[in-house]
């Protein structure tokens, strides 16, 4: 089954592995327990935020990578559903008021989704797929706007859409 999953997602890497040469991938993932009889396939990890548990902090802006992101569970916002790779970020609201948090300036379509709580226990606060206004030469980029309170954690999930790759939050 993981072989399958392989050629359907990466034909070029099971061609060059049956070659014998070695090649390197970043999803960690996607590849173990593959019974490996001719060629290498170098395995590196994805990235370290890939799951709520393990989110970033996020301080003011960061460039991101869905590249190998969390793809189990999914999100939602209003009719859309994403559950493609996403990772996680952690906000600590430096005092009350509204926060808005954007990926314009990101190549790939995003989707983003503002929780409160644990992760265990997520509730949804804010979510965007799309937005255009704040972002307008970037329609797929998306943006929302969020109220805080001083001191209190908010969890952030940037998905991608149709495709993995690096943007900015």
Not at 30 to 56: D, E, H, K
Not at 156 to 163: L, P, S
Request: aromatic share 8%; glycine share 12%.
């Amino acid at each position: 089954k993981r072989t399958g999953q392989l050629a359907k997602a990466h034909p070029e890497l099971l061609e060059a592995f049956a070659r014998g040469e070695t090649r390197s991938t970043l999803c960690y993932t996607q590849f173990s327990g593959i019974p490996l009889t001719r060629g290498t396939i170098t395995v590196l990890p994805g990235p370290t935020n890939a799951s709520c548990a393990n989110a970033s902090r996020l301080y003011s802006s960061a460039n991101f990578s869905t590249v190998c992101g969390e793809v189990t569970g999914g999100a939602s916002c209003g009719t859309a559903t994403n559950s493609g790779p996403a990772v996680w970020y952690s906000y600590i609201a430096p005092c009350t008021g509204v926060a808005t948090i954007t990926t314009c300036g990101s190549a790939i379509n995003t989707f983003l989704n503002v929780f409160s709580g644990s992760c265990s226990s997520l509730t949804p606060l804010a979510c965007n797929d799309n937005q255009g206004s704040q972002c307008p030469s970037q329609p797929q980029s998306s943006a929302t706007t969020f109220n805080t309170i001083a001191g209190s954690e908010y969890l952030i999930r940037i998905g991608t859409v149709g495709t993995t790759g690096m943007g900015t939050v």
